[in-house]
Each structure stands twice: as C-alpha cells, then as structure tokens.
C-alpha cells in the first residue's frame, strides 16, 4: 500500500507515516460529502453561524497545538503559527456575523418595473479545495468558512507534507460540532485527484499553488464544465519611488520577504528602486538582511526558520544559481550550509534582469531580487511587465499618489502602500493574469460557489 511520510525539514526527522487512500475510499467520502450536504443546505444563514463561532471558539483553544504541528511539518515559525490559528478563528467569526447579510435574498423588478423578483445565492453542492503547505490551516479555512456559511461541503486534497494538520484541523471541526462529512479530508495522489474534479458529485473546485498546477486543475474542471477559484503564484513587486520614506522601506521590506520564511504568494519579492534613493536604499536593505536571525523556527527570537522541505530548498538553489550565471550580483546569503535542516539564509540579488528566474519567476523562499529603475514611471513599467499579477506594493510620502498608482496603474488584485501584510477577513484576496482568478475573504467568496437564481413573481 502506498504511504506518505511527513518530515520536520527543520532537523529531517520523520514524523509520521500515513496510507494514501484507494479511489472507492475517495469516493465514498464524496458521497458522504454530498449526503450532509443535503442536510445542511436545509438550513438557514443564521442557523449555520453558531456552527462557524463554535469552530472559531475550539481553534482557539487548540491553537498551540496545531501551530506546533504545522512548524513541526513545514517549518513555520511557531509564533507565526500561532498568528495564523488567530486569523483562522477570525474569518469564520468574520463569516459567522457578515454571512447572512451577504447571502440574503435580494428583491428586484422585472417587466419594466411592473412585477417583483427575487434572486436567492443557492448552494450547489460539493467543492474540491486542493490547498498548498505554506499556510496549512489558513489555506482551507478561508475556503472552508465561506462554503459552509453558503451551504456547500468541502473536501480537501491537502499537501502532502502536512496531510497531519489537514487531519487535525478535520478533527477539531468534528469536535465542533460540524456535521460529518461536511468537511472530509483525503489523502491520496495526483492521479485520484484528478478524477475526484471529474465525480458527478463535485459540483466545483478551488485550488492554490502554482500557475503550472493552476493551469492542469483549471483545465481539467473546465473539461467537465466545473467552475473553479484559482489563487496561483506570484512575483510581487514593491516599488521605492522617489519620494520613498526610505527607513520605512527596508524595514518594511525586510519583513515582507522573509515573512513566513519566504513561502508566502504575497510576499515581497521583487524589490523595484527608483534610481534616486538607489544608493541609500539598497545598502540599507542589505544590511538588515545581513542582520536576519536563522534558527530553530520554534524559539521565540528566530526570525527565519527553514524551507518547507528538501524539494523547495533545491529549487531556491537552482533558481538563484542561475540567476548569477546570467549576470545577477549576490550582495548577501546565497550560502546555504549542507546539513539536514533545509536552511536557507536571507539573500540578495542585485542587477536581476528578465530572463533570470529572480526577476521573471517566483521565488518561494528568503530571495530579494532588486531591479533599478530609472524613475517613477520606469518602476511602474517593470512592476507590470510581468506575467503575474496578486500583489505588490508601494512606497512614497506622497498617498494621494499612491493611491493614484495603485487604483489606475498596478496590475494586481491587490497593492499594499508603505507597509505590508498577507490577508484581512474584509478584504478581497486573489489576482490577474497568470496569478489566477476568482477571490476570497471580504465577503467575495461566499458568492464564488452559489447558484444567483432568479425567481419571477407573477405579479
């Protein structure tokens, strides 16, 4: 029978072992999925909102359990880990109280006014979310939250090197109260995936991770006529223009690209720099990179635990080795020691150009590329000259400006102004281009997954 095995990449111990799922087991838990469907869709918005509080209130209670569990598999910080079990609580309370609003009924006319109509948001049944590593709580719940408040049921196809928080967080909606079978999770591989997204019974799928896998998921469901909601890769850019408070940048900077060790889709990647605060900016941002603090990712004064795993370390490797064959400068890191952890320090690469994978690709993991630009404009041009588009960032004392550029100019589902951070229950979360499409959080993806059905009166 094959199995999965889950390591700690921080020390290369193993964890567990788990046995990957037959396709009649993955099946019957669809069926399961769909039978409490059918119960739960019978309910009321404001009947399903206990249910979501009663899961806030049990996550937060074992918050310090999962967020060990997640360091232990994929390396987070455990503080980190532990902010994310915070922000897991809060989108379904988010959901809980904005839910019934949002998914209310609407009244409209019809007939050039003269008769009534209603359009009601009608659950469709069950959602395949197939979720990455990085976030490994955070990534189902904000998928979960939203279907369950909009009547749908869930299964998820976790990653596999933490298919134990996948199960744990299954575990801890149960002892919520969750009806079973509304949140299944499956273990198994590429190939039963694939056919879960064909089952007459999975009514839609949503999925994150890379524009690669997002383009193979999205074309299968399209295949089988099946809606999806895909959150892919990213390059983000953040741009110091001229007015840039500079302080405020590299601090800001720093935190942005190696938050979450540099495995997060919004975080700061591609540093644009104007060439004005060029000089002041770059070896600034360099030194405070030098000053990043690498360790053990469950000590409260680490600031950059380890990758994910030995596939992501060797693909940060590569990925900046060729990108110094073709021309880039190394001002700091790039020296990963060869020892069991996957280790990789805060790096910086200056005199990236496209062509290279620090400029053109994304680089999950404590990378900087800078890019000079020669003005505001110039900054602007190289941010959007790229085939990504889910966030970015920009940095200038001037906000009205700002603004300006964000709203008329970034070619992004989402832009930061001199700061920077992951994901807000109130705002919507997603992208364009090769970043995907569809969105979440802010009340966006409870409506990703209904039936908006119209129903005329006569009269």
Not at 139 to 157: D, F, S, T, W
Not at 158 to 167: D, K, N, R, V
Not at 278 to 292: G, L, N, R, T
Not at 378 to 398: E, P, Q, V
Request: hydrophobic fraction near 40%; glycine fraction near 10%; charge should be negative.
């Amino acid at each position: 029978m094959a199995t999965i095995q889950t390591n700690n990449p921080a020390t290369g111990e193993e964890i567990a072992t788990y046995s990957m799922e037959t396709e009649a087991e993955v099946f019957a838990k669809v069926e399961a999925a769909h039978t409490a469907f059918l119960s739960w869709r019978q309910k009321s918005h404001e009947e399903r909102a206990p249910y979501l509080r009663k899961i806030a209130a049990v996550l937060r209670e074992n918050a310090d359990g999962l967020a060990e569990l997640m360091t232990r598999e994929m390396g987070k910080l455990l503080r980190d880990g532990k902010t994310e079990m915070e922000l897991c609580a809060r989108i379904f309370e988010y959901t809980a109280d904005h839910g019934p609003a949002k998914l209310a009924d609407e009244e409209r006319q019809h007939s050039g006014g003269k008769k009534r109509g209603i359009i009601t948001f009608a659950p469709i049944g069950v959602i395949y979310s197939v979720q990455p590593w990085n976030f490994p709580a955070y990534q189902p719940v904000r998928v979960l939250a939203a279907n369950l408040m909009a009547g749908n049921a869930v299964i998820l196809k976790h990653a596999s090197i933490c298919t134990g928080s996948g199960l744990r967080l299954r575990d801890l909606c149960l002892e919520a109260g969750l009806l079973a079978g509304l949140f299944e999770v499956i273990v198994t591989g590429h190939d039963i995936s694939d056919k879960v997204i064909g089952h007459d019974l999975v009514r839609a799928v949503t999925m994150t991770g890379s524009d690669g896998a997002g383009s193979h998921i999205g074309s299968l469901a399209a295949k089988h006529l099946k809606k999806t909601v895909l959150e892919l890769g990213s390059n983000d850019a953040y741009l110091v223009l001229e007015d840039a408070d500079i302080p405020l940048a590299v601090k800001t900077c720093v935190a942005g690209r190696i938050f979450n060790n540099g495995e997060t889709c919004v975080s700061a990647k591609r540093f644009i720099v104007t060439e004005a605060v060029y000089d002041e900016f770059v070896p600034a941002f360099v030194q405070a990179m030098k000053a990043v603090t690498m360790g053990d990712p469950m000590k409260e004064d680490t600031q950059l635990g380890p990758l994910s795993g030995r596939e992501q370390f060797d693909t940060i490797v590569d990925q900046v080795e060729q990108s110094l064959a073709s021309g880039a400068t190394l001002l700091c890191g790039g020296d990963p020691e060869d020892a069991a952890g996957c280790y990789y320090p805060a790096t910086v690469l200056a005199d990236c150009k496209p062509g290279m994978p620090a400029h053109d690709d994304e680089l999950f993991g404590p990378v900087a590329a800078i890019i000079r630009a020669k003005d505001d404009e110039d900054a602007m041009r190289i941010a959007n000259a790229s085939r990504y588009g889910l966030g970015g960032g920009i940095f200038s004392k001037d906000e009205a400006k700002a603004v300006r550029l964000a709203r008329d100019h970034f070619d992004t589902g989402m832009v930061r102004i001199n700061s920077f951070g992951a994901a807000d229950p109130n705002m919507p979360f997603g992208g364009v281009k090769n970043s995907g499409y569809g969105r979440e959080h802010g009340g966006f993806g409870m409506k990703e997954f209904v039936n908006a059905k119209a129903i005329f009166l006569p009269s």
